[in-house]
């Protein structure tokens, strides 16, 4: 593997697709420069591109694939769906048994409700504060990433306001976002609880919700504080606002997520990602009288919300789902926790053996290399595009295919046996990278 190479399938197939694809593909999160790699297929922890390179996956579909790629048992369950069925307007029984078995997991969850997307999931969490609460604002953390609706897109990726300047302003996610959507998001500064909680107490009476992600998603993975969550979970409570917790990442923390590790007394929560087993979905799911927006009323009354799709909880997903959660058990969830402790541990052992400033940063499943020099990585540049520069395209091309900002994704295909071959290849990068400098 020689990344870049202007003559291989995917930088033609990159031409190829620039004519009718913007940027050549369907997602802004995976743009690689010079050209994005094409992938041929998928199996367990590796990945295989069209030029025929196989790469260990750290990505995982960005945090999507617990299991890793086509996992046996997965590829059974959904194949012997499929024979009967992919998609249909009547209910189905994995609906129910998924349901039964996130409901029985997670102590917050009543009631849960499917979709196709973690921005589906948002949204309609989203709604349904507000359907609940009859107000129709919500406060998120600037630059915190929620998906992509322009409710959620309001205020990231923009450098972060210096508090002694004044309070983070409403900045539209892209031009011509209407200002009825700004005016509707109070942004308040991520694990600062004393101006957060001030900004969020002068708004309180217009407050549907308060979104915010456990994992610190677009905030260079920073874990929200104890303080700062105890506050949100006051002022919900004082206000009658919903905490409405962002755990479409954050779910792969525990067996009930990361509101069961940390005791998040959420009221909603907006889900997807490991539930679709590698399928497209998303969930809400909360207490049960929040989630009665969504159901008609005994005596014929319709639903405070309306909320239709014609995939949502379709069998495929529902089986998908179904199979990888249930090989989620506890022990699982710890193993792959213990695994991100020993990349991080490894990690950090490297840069100090290179004199390197930096730590194997990160939280429990994900971790990242967080190196603080720009010759080898940028770790801490969040919202550039994938920099396939320094450290990062050494690693490409010496088979490990990890994320923008140096973050690798574990899943339960991955083992102890993975962590000496990562990091001495890590090694090899450095010592090659610096010997250049
Ligand atoms: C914290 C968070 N919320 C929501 C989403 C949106 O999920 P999806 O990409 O499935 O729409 C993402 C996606 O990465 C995310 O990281």
Not at 176 to 182: D, L, N
Not at 223 to 246: I, Q
């Amino acid at each position: 593997m020689s990344y870049p190479d202007s003559e291989s399938k995917s930088a033609r197939l990159y031409e190829r697709a620039r004519a009718v694809l913007p940027d050549g593909g369907s997602r802004s999160s995976i743009r690689m420069l010079p050209y994005p790699l094409y992938l041929a297929s998928a199996q367990g922890k590796h990945v295989v591109d069209v030029d025929g390179n196989e790469y260990v996956d750290f990505n995982n579909n960005y945090t999507s694939l617990i299991h890793g790629h086509s996992h046996p048992a997965i590829v059974e369950a959904v194949s012997r769906q499929l024979a009967h069925g992919s998609a249909y307007a009547f209910l189905n029984e994995a609906e129910v048994a998924l349901a039964e078995l996130l409901c029985g997991r997670v102590s917050g969850f009543d009631q849960i409700r499917f979709m196709n997307s973690g921005t589906e999931a948002v949204m309609n969490a989203v709604k349904a504060a507000r359907a609940y609460t009859g107000r129709s604002a919500i406060a998120k953390c600037e630059n915190a990433y929620h998906g992509t609706f322009d409710t959620v897109e309001v205020s990231l990726g923009v450098e972060p306001t210096v508090l002694a300047e004044g309070d983070p302003p409403s900045r539209p996610g892209s031009p011509g976002t209407p200002q009825g959507v700004m005016d509707d998001v109070v942004v308040i500064p991520f694990n600062e609880p004393v101006a957060a909680e001030r900004i969020l107490t002068a708004n309180a009476t217009r407050l549907a919700a308060v979104l915010i992600d456990p994992f610190g998603t677009g905030m260079g993975r920073v874990l929200p504080s104890d303080g700062f969550l105890e506050m949100l979970a006051r002022f919900c409570k004082a206000h009658g606002v919903l905490l409405l917790l962002d755990e479409v990442v954050s779910f792969r923390a525990g067996y009930a997520g990361s509101q069961g590790a940390r005791a998040i007394p959420a009221d909603l929560t907006a889900l997807g990602k490991i539930m679709g087993g590698g399928f497209p979905v998303g969930a809400v799911a909360g207490r049960a009288d929040v989630m009665a927006v969504f159901a008609d009323g005994a005596d014929g009354t319709p639903a405070r919300l309306h909320h239709a799709g014609t995939f949502n909880a379709n069998p495929i997903t529902m089986v998908a789902g179904l199979k990888a959660m249930e090989l989620m058990t506890e022990s699982e969830f710890d193993r792959i926790n213990a695994l991100g402790d020993a990349f991080r541990a490894g990690i950090t052992e490297v840069l100090s053996l290179t004199n390197t400033s930096g730590e194997g940063a990160g939280h429990y499943s994900v971790f990242s290399v967080a190196v603080d020099d720009p010759e080898l990585a940028r770790p801490r540049d969040r919202n550039k595009a994938m920099e396939s520069n320094g450290l990062h395209r050494y690693m490409l091309n010496h088979g490990y295919f990890l994320s923008s900002g140096m973050m690798g994704v574990i899943s339960t295909v991955m083992d102890t046996a993975d962590v000496d071959p990562f990091c001495q290849t890590l090694l090899d990068g450095i010592r090659s990278l610096k010997g250049r400098v």
